[in-house]
Each structure stands twice: as structure tokens, then as C-alpha cells.
């Protein structure tokens, strides 16, 4: 059973424009979120994360969203890059390990 | 500080054999954590390794196994190779716990024919 969940496999967007990842999850005892980039033939990079006492964390142009009522995370990018073109996961944790999403592609268009 | 290494980096196998995947954490991190990356499932978690000791598993069959070294460096072994098996196998480092955040390593493209 998924427990994380990013339900929009893909996703294009302008360069200069907002880019909004999505991510759900199903266990109210996730206490901890991350989210991380990857690029073809390279592991996952750290991006930015949140933990449930908060429900928004910024760096840069990266800024995470958590409603912890919904279940849901979000991660905006300001301004979007061509270079932010990558295979975006979220990933949520209760203690012992992280469970993954199936991750969303982002492509920016220049 | 150098990051999370893997070795090899693409490896080819055919079904029934058995294979050793290697991993170096960050230095001073002592937790280690093992996963299997397949086109659509996203990243499913193996195990995780700290202070020698398998401290968590997913949900796979005993063909995966690991172990941990006193220098933190991690191995993951699977024998008798399935076609299904063929995947992107990531290692992530943590200071501490599974639950910290994690590093990654560039993983091992391992193909089964």
C-alpha cells in the first residue's frame, strides 16, 4: 500500500513561472517530510524539509508547504529554471524509515 | 566532505546468479539505508543498517540481505537472480537514524538478463 503518494507523474511549466508539486500522504503519524531532486543516472539530491510542528519552510526559490489536516505537502519553485528540470520526489517519515513517492518529472520550458 | 559512493556503478547478471552491491557513507554518518528504484514504484526501502545492526526492512524477500562493517561501509547482496530484480539500487547515509535526513549515492544500474 502506497503510503506516499504523488499523483501527477508529470508536469510542464514556462521558465520564469511558478512550479507546484503535490504530494499525499495517509499516515498521521509522518512527522517528518523532505523533498528531492534527481536527475537521469545520478541519486536523488536533498532539497529542502519540513517537519510537522511547522507548515511552511523556505530556501531560495524552493518553499514547502505542509497541511497537516489534509495530508498534504507541497513544493513551490519561484522562479522556475530550466535547470529545475528533474524527477521531483517527496518522501515522509514517522520514526524509523522514509517512505517514497513515485516522484513527478518537471520539465521547464524555456 | 566526500559524498555517498557506490560501487559499481552498472552491473549485468543473468537470472540464478547472485550479485554484491557496495556502499561507502558520508564519513561520520553511521546509519545506512538500501533502495530499489523500478520505473513507476518510485523508491522502495530494503533495509537499514546502523552500528552493525539491521535496524529496519521492508517488504522483500529474504534473496535481499545486507550487512554493515565496523567502518560503516555497507554491502547488499541478492542471490538467485530474478529478471525482476533489474533495477536502480540507491544507498543513502544519515548521521544518526534512518530518520534523518538522507544522502544519496549515484546508485547501481543493475540489469538482469
Known amino acids: 500500500d502506497q503510503q506516499v503518494k504523488q499523483n501527477s507523474p508529470s508536469l510542464s511549466v514556462q521558465e520564469g513561472r511558478i512550479s507546484i508539486l503535490n504530494c499525499d500522504y495517509t499516515n498521521s503519524m509522518f512527522d517528518y517530510f523532505l523533498w528531492y531532486k534527481k536527475y537521469p543516472a545520478e541519486g536523488p539530491t536533498f532539497l529542502i524539509s519540513?517537519?510537522?510542528?511547522?507548515d511552511k519552510n523556505e530556501d531560495g526559490r524552493f518553499t514547502v508547504f505542509l497541511n497537516k489536516s489534509a495530508k498534504h505537502l507541497s513544493l513551490h519553485i519561484v522562479p522556475s529554471q530550466p535547470g529545475d528540470s528533474a524527477v521531483y520526489f517527496c518522501?515522509?517519515?514517522?520514526?524509523?524509515?522514509?517512505?517514497f513517492g513515485t516522484g513527478t518529472s518537471l520539465t521547464v520550458i524555456p | 566532505k566526500a559524498g555517498v559512493t557506490q560501487t559499481p556503478r552498472y552491473l549485468i547478471k543473468t537470472r540464478g546468479q547472485q550479485v554484491t552491491l557496495s556502499c561507502s557513507p558520508i564519513s561520520g554518518h553511521r546509519s545506512v539505508s538500501w533502495y530499489q528504484q523500478t520505473p513507476g514504484q518510485g523508491l522502495q526501502f530494503l533495509f537499514e543498517?546502523?552500528?552493525?545492526?539491521?535496524?529496519n526492512k521492508g517488504n522483500f524477500p529474504g534473496r535481499f540481505s545486507g550487512r554493515q562493517f565496523s567502518n560503516s561501509r555497507s554491502e547488499m547482496n541478492v542471490s538467485t537472480l530474478e529478471l525482476g530484480d533489474s533495477a536502480l539500487y540507491l544507498c543513502?547515509?544519515?548521521?544518526?537514524?534512518?530518520?534523518?535526513?538522507?544522502?544519496f549515492g549515484p546508485g547501481t544500474r543493475l540489469t538482469v538478463l
Open positions: 543513502a547515509s544519515s548521521p544518526d537514524s534512518g530518520a534523518d535526513t538522507q544522502y
Open positions: 519540513i517537519s510537522s510542528i511547522k
Open positions: 543498517y546502523f552500528s552493525e545492526t539491521q535496524r
Open positions: 518522501a515522509a517519515s514517522g520514526g524509523n524509515q522514509f517512505y
